[in-house]
């Protein structure tokens, strides 16, 4: 069964930095996408980055050049690290893992997510 815990995020004032910490539990598979994401109060969930077991990385335009996204497999723990952060960077981010089983069936599983927000 696997098991996805976010925690690092708080309030920051605008131009600081957080890092948040996606720890997994459970099997690991090749084919698995760790991404983040977050939701905007009243907002969709948007993709912010993910990185593959390959290490294929991507960033939602809005983020690249202030986001990094990392992965320690020893810890089994995905990060985001979140630079120059700005009030529309405010939200609730959701971990997620996207698991392929087949060609015709792909698993999802979220995290609990953690609010971020970004105020002076």
């Known amino acids: 069964q696997v098991q996805l815990v976010e925690s690092g995020g708080g309030l920051v004032q605008p131009g600081g930095s957080l890092r948040l910490s996606c720890a997994r539990s459970g099997s690991i598979y090749n084919l698995d996408v760790m991404g983040w994401f977050r939701q905007a109060p009243e907002g969709q969930r948007e993709l912010v980055a993910s990185i593959s077991q390959s290490g294929s990385i991507k960033y939602a335009d809005s983020v690249k050049g202030r986001f990094i996204i990392s992965r320690d497999n020893a810890k089994d723990t995905v990060y985001l690290q979140m630079n120059n952060l700005k009030p529309e960077d405010t939200g609730v981010y959701y971990c997620?893992?996207?698991?392929?089983?087949?060609?015709?069936?792909?698993?999802?599983?979220w995290g609990q997510g953690t609010q971020v927000t970004v105020s002076s």
């Open positions: 997620k893992l996207q698991r392929e089983m087949s060609r015709t069936r792909t698993d999802e599983y």
